[in-house]
Every structure is written in structure tokens, then in C-alpha cells.
């Protein structure tokens, strides 16, 4: 059986009365440029559109012409709220070398387009599994940062395959050539690294 509960109906009667009716000023604080938020608005505009045609020139390590350089700089410095090449200069002087570069950083590289690059060494049979496995372990981080520092071929994890890192695996040819096709993703975007 279901309990019945009795509600009471209670009316009210307020009438608003106006006191006092002026124009005020509200104080409104200014808190400048804020290069985090820039950031992140910049960031973000960037990976919505990977689909640009230089923004996917880029991520597939295709050459921009100075067509395709001059309609970035117009959709990232022209944009509203992107505003203007001095505040993404402010915003990112420490991490953008220059506008190619930081946006392989953010994108990334095509993960195709780095396999086709180490082919060779994919699927030629001749290579042993760690060797195939290193190859890999470049091609991840490509993916991911875009640009690479040869150097770190004798560091973590690549030494995790063998303790001398490249020069452990490969012969000196081979490496030579892995080191090249590094350079040349780097290259693509105008970033370079010491010699490894």
C-alpha cells in the first residue's frame, strides 16, 4: 500500500519596488597576456585543423612551398584570438625554434610516412628481430614528436637492445644510413641537432 502525503498550497504576494535607478560602473580587471592560456589556444587551433594543407604537408614530411609557409602564417596570425606572430613568438620562445618544427611537435609525423622511410629495414629479411625492433622504436618516436635528436640512439630504450645503442646493432653503414633518414625528417622542418 502507498502512503499518501498532503501538500499544502501557499501563495505569496511581493510586489518589487525600484530604489535608486543610475548607471554604475563596474571595474573590470585587466589581467594582460597570459602565454599559458595563448598556448593552449594555439595548440589546440593547430591539432583541430591537421587537415590544412600545409599543417598535413608537414605530418607526412611532404616540402612546404612558400605558398604553403605564407597560408600558415595567415591562418595562425590572422585567426582571431591566435592575434599575431609577436605574441606566439612571446608565447613560445623557448620551445618553438621555428613555425615548421613546432608544428611537427604537436602533430607529430605520419606514421606511413616514417615507415616508408625505414622500409628497407622492415622488411628486408636479413635484419634480426632486435634490429627490427629498434627501427620501430625510432618510428614511435617520430610518430609522436616529430623531429629527432640522433643522439638518442645511445640512450634509453634504445639501449635497452643492446648496450652501445645504434652502433651495437647496426654496421657502420647501416647506422649511417638510419642516422640520414632521421636527418632528413628533421631537415624537412629547418631543425637541427649536433652530429651523433
Do not use: W
Amino acid at each position: 500500500m502507498c502512503c499518501a502525503y498532503k501538500t499544502n498550497i501557499i501563495h505569496t504576494n511581493f510586489q518589487d519596488e525600484l530604489i535608486d535607478i543610475g548607471e554604475a560602473t563596474v571595474p573590470i580587471e585587466q589581467t594582460g597576456f597570459s602565454p599559458h592560456q595563448y598556448r593552449k589556444k594555439v595548440e589546440t587551433y593547430i591539432r583541430n585543423h591537421q587537415d590544412h594543407v600545409a599543417i598535413a604537408k608537414l605530418r607526412r614530411n611532404l616540402p612546404l612551398t612558400d605558398t604553403d609557409l605564407n597560408a600558415l602564417e595567415a591562418i595562425l596570425f590572422t585567426t582571431e584570438g591566435l592575434e599575431s606572430k609577436e605574441k606566439f613568438t612571446e608565447a613560445f620562445k623557448t620551445q618553438a625554434t621555428n613555425l615548421k618544427s613546432f608544428i611537427r611537435s604537436l602533430v607529430g609525423l605520419d606514421r606511413a610516412a616514417a615507415k616508408t622511410a625505414f622500409s628497407q629495414y622492415l622488411e628486408n629479411t636479413q635484419f634480426t628481430a632486435n634490429q627490427i625492433r629498434f627501427i620501430e622504436q625510432i618510428i614511435d618516436l617520430l610518430t609522436q614528436q616529430g623531429v629527432m635528436d640522433p643522439k638518442l640512439l645511445y640512450e634509453p630504450p634504445f639501449t635497452e637492445l643492446h648496450h652501445e645503442g645504434l652502433d651495437g646493432l647496426f654496421s657502420d653503414d647501416d647506422a649511417d644510413n638510419i642516422v640520414a633518414i632521421i636527418h632528413s625528417f628533421n631537415d624537412s622542418v629547418d631543425m637541427k641537432f649536433g652530429v651523433a
